[in-house]
């Protein structure tokens, strides 16, 4: 990569964001610059803030649920998933074993389509637009399904506190299933495109390194730990929900034959494998589905007045697509939580770009930042208000604004 | 990772050991779930600020710790600190999650960096600071993290005392007035001719047609 040729010139800064085409969501980037090389990375989060902890002290579990749907536009259930446990644990509340399931099923549907989204994005930041097509268009059966099984593409809807809202009957078993066999046919050709192309593999390969020491002190998660070697996922390693049931092991780039690098190629194999997990897992989900009611309680006036009872602490987690979710919730016999902290997956893996990022070439920035599957969405929940643009317009104008169109399409 | 494992109790047990009377309320909250019932475990322990950073450094002695997030909670005359770690990950279904809570005094919200133990809680740290208005000392990088530039000194989102958010600074949806002051949308024309058709199939529906419908040509 840098031939560690010396400049005369001092170090200058370009700057990378918040806005920029090769960032999906806004995040500030400064490089300090050596010629092509990266001498620097440093970078702001917070620019999609939205107060969302915030918001859930102020309202009631069962809002919240709905309120976590929207965290994330990717993560639809990844969210709802581990706020409802850590709901579940300070309430006590058995989730029945169908519901547990039917969880999994639709979290690894979350994973199919997150992954291949993120596999197309990552042949868009090279540059390989064709793959970007095909990985885009295969991904939309799995969204077909998602939506066949909770009736929305994103906002699923479909936890609730003490199971799932939605059953999955045996009659929607055949479209699940010739999904999965889609995926199944289609994952040998997506292998073979995405790692034995040359130009990837030369974009790739010792890019963006993560060593396994530095993913273990920065407390990686998911896939961009496990493509350094950090043996870590929470499906296997903490068995909740129906994934205590499931004969699982994490997937590490060796699966697919080489060494574990570290680097962008080895967390392509990551996800791509993952896929063919996934596929397995929700079959298995599908036919080792117990009989049972799908919820703890449907009356919600009851769950809610079971949850304002309620003293205690505890956390939730998920092992979301990026990695590990997790949520903190205390509650104190109010109807609201006395406290909830989301800790999104990317949290914990956006420190991992200053490592991956100095020292690598300007042109690869774009694919390094996307290697680790960036969602600052699901990492900016916090702030409450913004002034925003001093010479423009306030938020509260275009806000107003927005109101006023909102109400002008109603017609009201 | 490590030759032996701990159980639940033994890991108390060595802290207990160690800090005596700095280590209090330990508990061990195990759920089960799916249909196999396999339990998974979260310890929870509550222990003095001065003992944080030997503590993680045993922690750290045992397994390896992954430090998710660093949460609080501002139960009024205290700020209780939550430092979430997971050992023993990589061991299926043997991941333990230990949970040590740092209550601080209000008068005196300092804790000390963990980040030259795990490099990782940088983060988070800054966070903290921020929102709850915990002071960091040493802390490597003592920036905003989420906030803007031009928040306000001095409030700190999470806090549920004055120094949290103040209403004016919350912005209610149901206060934006209906706009008074915005040109007629150009719709309004075309409304007349199709409006007719299905006024009419509804009114002959009803019983008395003719006082509604008078009622509503006039709106």
């Known amino acids: 990569m840098s031939d560690g040729t010396p400049t005369k010139k001092a170090p200058y800064v370009v700057p990378i964001g918040p806005i920029h085409p090769a960032l999906k969501e806004p995040v500030q980037f400064l490089f300090e610059m050596e010629g092509e090389v990266v001498k620097k990375a440093d970078f702001a989060p917070g620019q999609t803030h939205r107060g969302i902890e915030w918001m859930g002290m102020h309202r009631n579990p069962v809002q919240i649920v709905h309120l976590t749907d929207r965290i994330c536009g990717i993560c639809g259930v990844t969210?709802?998933?581990?706020?409802?446990?850590?709901?579940?644990?300070?309430?006590?509340?058995?989730?029945?074993?169908?519901?547990?399931?039917?969880?999994?099923?639709?979290?690894?549907?979350?994973?199919?389509?997150?992954?291949?989204?993120?596999?197309?994005?990552?042949?868009?930041?090279?540059?390989?637009?064709?793959?970007?097509?095909?990985?885009?268009?295969?991904?939309?059966?799995?969204?077909?399904?998602?939506?066949?099984?909770?009736?929305?593409?994103?906002?699923?809807?479909?936890?609730?506190?003490?199971?799932?809202?939605?059953?999955?009957?045996?009659?929607?078993?055949p479209t699940i299933k010739k999904c999965l066999d889609g995926y199944r046919d289609l994952l040998g050709k997506m292998l073979n495109l995405f790692l034995n192309d040359t130009t990837i593999s030369i974009r790739c390969k010792d890019t963006g390194l993560l060593t396994f020491e530095k993913a273990l002190e920065l407390s990686c998660v998911g896939p961009t730990a496990r493509a350094s070697g950090v043996v870590k996922d929470v499906r296997v390693d903490y068995p909740y929900s129906a994934y205590g049931d499931l004969d699982i092991s994490p997937i590490l780039p060796s699966a697919y034959g080489g060494g574990i690098n570290g680097d962008v190629y080895d967390r392509i194999v990551v996800r791509l494998l993952e896929v063919a997990q996934s596929v397995e897992i929700i079959e298995t989900c599908l036919k080792e589905m117990p009989d049972g009611p799908i919820l703890w309680e449907s009356k919600l006036p009851k769950l809610l007045?079971?949850?304002?009872?309620?003293?205690?602490?505890?956390?939730?987690?998920?092992?979301?697509?990026?990695?590990?979710?997790?949520?903190?919730?205390?509650?104190?016999?109010?109807?609201?939580?006395?406290?909830?902290?989301?800790?999104?997956?990317?949290?914990?893996?956006?420190?991992?770009?200053?490592?991956?990022?100095?020292?690598?070439?300007?042109?690869?920035?774009?694919?390094?930042?996307?290697?680790?599957?960036?969602?600052?969405?699901?990492?900016?929940?916090?702030?409450?208000?913004?002034?925003?643009?001093?010479?423009?317009?306030?938020?509260?104008?275009?806000?107003?604004?927005?109101?006023?169109?909102?109400?002008?399409?109603?017609?009201? | 990772m490590n030759e032996t494992i701990l159980t639940p109790q033994e890991l108390i047990d060595r802290f207990t050991r160690t800090f005596g009377d700095l280590v209090s309320d330990p508990r061990i909250q195990i759920r089960a779930e799916g249909a196999k019932k396999n339990p998974n475990t979260n310890i929870w322990m509550t222990i003095t600020r001065d003992i944080l950073k030997p503590a993680i450094s045993m922690l750290k002695e045992i397994s390896y710790p992954h430090l998710s997030v660093i949460s609080g909670w501002d139960v009024g005359e205290e700020l209780r600190m939550q430092y979430i770690f997971s050992i023993y990950f990589g061991e299926r279904h043997g991941e333990y999650m230990v949970i040590f809570t740092v209550p601080l005094t209000?008068?005196?919200?300092?804790?000390?960096?963990?980040?030259?133990?795990?490099?990782?809680?940088?983060?988070?740290?800054?966070?903290?600071?921020?929102?709850?208005?915990?002071?960091?000392?040493?802390?490597?990088?003592?920036?905003?993290?989420?906030?803007?530039?031009?928040?306000?000194?001095?409030?700190?989102?999470?806090?549920?005392?004055?120094?949290?958010?103040?209403?004016?600074?919350?912005?209610?949806?149901?206060?934006?007035?209906?706009?008074?002051?915005?040109?007629?949308?150009?719709?309004?024309?075309?409304?007349?001719?199709?409006?007719?058709?299905?006024?009419?199939?509804?009114?002959?529906?009803?019983?008395?047609?003719?006082p509604e419908a008078e009622a509503k040509t006039d709106e």
Not at chain 1, 130 to 142: D, G, I, K, P
Not at chain 1, 329 to 337: I, K, L, R, S
Not at chain 2, 151 to 179: A, C, Q, S
């Open chain 1, 79 to 173: 969210h709802s998933l581990a706020f409802a446990r850590a709901v579940e644990q300070i309430v006590d509340i058995e989730v029945p074993a169908r519901a547990d399931y039917i969880r999994v099923i639709i979290a690894e549907l979350e994973r199919i389509q997150s992954h291949l989204l993120w596999a197309g994005v990552a042949a868009h930041e090279l540059g390989f637009d064709t793959l970007f097509y095909l990985a885009w268009r295969v991904r939309e059966e799995s969204m077909d399904v998602i939506e066949y099984i909770t009736g929305n593409r994103i906002n699923y809807g479909l936890v609730q506190v003490g199971g799932v809202r939605r059953d999955i009957v045996p009659d929607q078993h």
């Open chain 1, 305 to 412: 007045s079971a949850c304002k009872k309620a003293h205690g602490e505890a956390v939730g987690r998920h092992e979301a697509p990026r990695g590990e979710c997790l949520h903190y919730v205390a509650m104190d016999g109010h109807e609201a939580p006395a406290m909830w902290k989301v800790k999104a997956s990317s949290y914990s893996n956006l420190h991992s770009w200053i490592p991956m990022l100095e020292g690598e070439q300007l042109a690869d920035v774009p694919i390094i930042v996307a290697s680790i599957d960036p969602c600052l969405s699901c990492t900016d929940r916090v702030a409450v208000l913004r002034g925003v643009k001093r010479d423009l317009m306030t938020k509260e104008d275009l806000h107003r604004l927005s109101v006023e169109k909102t109400r002008r399409i109603q017609g009201c």
């Open chain 2, 106 to 210: 209000k008068g005196d919200l300092v804790l000390p960096t963990i980040t030259d133990i795990m490099p990782g809680a940088l983060f988070t740290e800054r966070e903290k600071q921020e929102m709850f208005g915990v002071t960091i000392t040493d802390i490597p990088d003592g920036r905003r993290l989420f906030l803007p530039e031009d928040f306000p000194e001095g409030v700190y989102p999470l806090r549920k005392d004055e120094t949290g958010i103040p209403d004016t600074m919350v912005k209610h949806l149901w206060e934006v007035g209906r706009p008074t002051n915005r040109p007629v949308p150009p719709v309004t024309e075309k409304e007349e001719e199709p409006k007719d058709d299905p006024e009419e199939k509804t009114v002959k529906n009803k019983e008395n047609p003719s």
